[in-house]
């Protein structure tokens, strides 16, 4: 079995240790007679780093333990002989990010049942982000800002967080909440000072001021309760930046304060709400002058007018409505098409017409290939090819003028 070195020092960034077998894979798995580098558990990513040995440098590409309890070492290239002395080094940012969030974790879940009496159910830590689940589905706003601010007061009390192990009866004794299923005889505490003793194998900080901050973002409900996202320490700090940046931009573009960002866009909105109804009203109207004027220009009195026409600069919203304008004023059969970047035809016939235009429709799109339909009256479809689009629809014409 491999000493975790992790679980007795979260600051260890390098040792020695000797090569004890490799699990052959595309990555092969080195596993070590002692190791600090973490293996994803607990809700908590795993290190990553290098080995080091008088034959170079391998690059520890993920930390996993596998069914057999052993922590494979996943590096990129090829393994190491047995009895292979090796110095491990692991990637501090990374391990100091870590121990940031899953401590602020323990702090932030802490805060939760303090307050609230709301047990946490899982932990995610994510490249980005991380999230508790909490036993409610019930959170509001100041809910959220009582538990943070519980929460960052602990950091800013700079406590002594403490690595205890316990036999199982004495964690008992001394009222863990949540005892974790009988593996091994000794469990591991973490004693935040008076506020938090939670069973837990991950890497933590020595006092809550490493923390830095801890930082309550979207909440939303989940199957099993109420799920908070929330980042720490300098994580929180890039993450504050990359809104600011962004929030930034957005005022650019209003020329505004950020804090006004609301206010501005609820006003963008109202205007362009207003602007929409405006030019809608506009169509219409110019539809119907449209309309009037096409079945003017068309001949043939005592019959319906059957207008043709291609129109190369309108869109299929304005075709139709010009379609429904001219049949309702005067007695017509309107086979339209739009040629404008998304191709479309409309046929339409006044009330009590013997025709049926969305069998003309198909008919039409059976030479045009594409996909449409329609009722009685009122026809459109996509046609795929326009090349022969008058011909298509004269041919319709002369078929319905008859
Ligand atoms: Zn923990």
Redesign the pocket.
């Known amino acids: 079995m491999t000493e975790r070195l992790y679980y007795h020092d979260s600051f260890l960034g390098e040792f020695p240790a000797t090569v004890l077998e490799v699990v052959p894979g595309t990555r092969p798995g080195i596993v070590l007679d002692r190791t600090a580098f973490y293996p994803t558990s607990?809700g908590?990513l795993f290190d990553t780093g290098s080995l080091q040995s008088e034959k170079g440098s391998l690059r520890v590409a993920e930390v996993a333990e596998d069914d057999r309890g052993r922590i494979l070492h996943l590096v990129e290239g090829d393994g190491l002989p047995p009895g292979t002395q090796i110095r491990g080094e692991i990637d501090g940012a990374r391990r100091r990010d870590h121990m940031q969030q899953?401590?602020g974790?323990?702090l932030l879940s802490a805060a939760f049942i303090r307050i609230f009496g709301w047990e946490t159910i899982s932990f995610h830590m994510g490249d980005e982000c991380c999230s508790i689940d909490l036993s409610t589905s019930n959170l509001n706003p100041q809910q959220i800002e009582e538990a943070e601010t519980l929460a960052n007061d602990i950091v800013l009390e700079d406590r002594p967080v403490d690595i205890r192990f316990v036999s199982r009866e004495e964690a008992q004794r001394l009222g863990l909440r949540k005892i974790p299923p009988a593996e091994r005889e000794q469990l591991r505490l973490?004693d935040i000072r008076d506020f938090d003793l939670?069973a837990?194998g991950?890497t933590?900080v020595t006092r809550t001021g490493q923390i830095g901050a801890i930082l309550l973002r979207k909440t939303e409900k989940v199957k099993q309760g109420g799920r908070v996202e929330f980042v720490c320490g300098t994580r929180a700090v890039r993450t504050a930046g990359r809104d600011f940046r962004t929030l930034t931009e957005a005022a650019g573009l209003v020329s505004g304060h950020i804090w006004e960002l609301p206010e501005q866009i609820r006003k963008l909105q109202a205007n362009a709400k207003t602007l929409h109804k405006s030019h809608k009203d506009l169509l219409e109207e110019v539809a119907s002058f449209h309309a009037n004027q096409l079945l003017d220009q068309t001949p043939e009195h005592n019959r319906p007018k059957v207008l043709v026409e291609v129109f190369a600069n309108r869109d299929l919203e304005y075709v139709k409505l010009l379609a429904q304008r001219a049949v309702r004023q005067g007695t017509a059969i309107c086979l339209f098409a739009s040629t404008s970047a998304t191709p479309a035809v409309v046929f339409a016939q006044s009330a009590g017409q013997p025709h049926h235009m969305g069998a003309l429709m198909k008919e039409a799109l059976a030479a045009l290939g594409g996909r449409g339909g329609g009722s009685q009256d009122l026809a459109q479809g996509g046609p795929e090819r326009i090349d022969s689009l008058d011909r298509v629809l004269e041919a319709l014409a002369a078929r319905v003028r008859e």
């Open positions: 607990g908590q899953h401590s974790q323990h973490i939670t837990c991950g933590h």
